[in-house]
């Protein structure tokens, strides 16, 4: 299959060689930007909740999706960290990020008491 745009090998699934990838992402984080700037939510065309970059449906449609996401890997016994597949052994997370996410305790442990 060669890319839409040119006469390009495609690579992936979107029918894009690299280089029209390259160019579509860099064309999403744009819009991406802009709709920041503007307050406009990233997932839809409504203004997005204050502070935020998605809009309040938006928000509660990504919660709702990735709560469905968690429970089903959970239940699956696969680490819930987003885009991991690891087995978990009876464990939240897989080994990885079990150790990722002490280590990241201990160091909010370490910045709290240099606070102080
Ligand atoms: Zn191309
Ligand atoms: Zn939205
Ligand atoms: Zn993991």
Redesign the pocket.
Known sequence: MS??????K?VGDLG??K??LVERRKYQMRMRKNRIKNKVCTGCNKPATIGKVRCEQCRLEDRRRYKTRYDAKKAAGLCVYEGCQLPTHGKAQCDKHMELQRKYIAKKRKQAKKGK
Do not use: V
């Open positions: 890319c839409m745009k040119c006469e390009k495609a894009l060689c280089i029209h």
